[in-house]
């Protein structure tokens, strides 16, 4: 067992369709469990903050666009191997490569709005989780 801590954030396209509760679900039923959330518009600092190695990308602009357009949820999820685990819950970055069952699958529109963001390595999860969160807004092993 390796307990980690990764963050998701629920985007705004995924908001709109109103799965933020079909996404968590997911979450839960693979024992990957909610230990800090809070729903806000992130700003551009935060964007840039998150997506900071994509910061030149030709599709940056749009990303912040989208990403700043309506509220989103960030969720600390708690777990055995979480960053890993969540990524394999998530799917593929391109929709069009995602594995049936996946929540980019079932709900992006595109690569841009892809319906959710997920850590990509320990040293992110940490710095992502810290940067947007307060330590005591998360409730480390409640269950
Ligand atoms: P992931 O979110 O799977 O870790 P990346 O870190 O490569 O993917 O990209 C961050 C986010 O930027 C993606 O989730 C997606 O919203 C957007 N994005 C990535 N690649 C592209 C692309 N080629 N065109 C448009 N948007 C992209
Ligand atoms: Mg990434």
Avoid: C
């Amino acid at each position: 067992m390796v307990l980690e801590h990764t963050l998701s954030i629920i985007k705004p396209n995924a908001i709109n369709k109103h799965v933020i509760g079909d996404i968590i679900k997911r979450f839960e039923d693979n024992k990957l469990f909610v230990v800090g959330l809070k729903m806000l518009k992130l700003n551009f600092h935060q964007v840039l903050f998150i997506y900071n190695e994509h910061k030149n990308k030709l599709f940056f602009n749009d990303l912040l666009k989208f990403m700043t357009s309506n509220p989103v949820v960030l969720l600390v999820l708690e777990g055995d191997n979480a960053i890993n685990r969540n990524r394999l819950i998530i799917g593929h970055t391109n929709p069009i490569h995602a594995i049936p069952g996946t929540i980019r699958k079932d709900y992006a529109d595109n690569i841009t709005e892809n319906a959710i963001h997920g850590s990509a390595s320990k040293e992110a999860a940490k710095k992502e989780i810290y940067y947007l969160f307060k330590k005591d807004e998360i409730y480390k092993k409640i269950y």
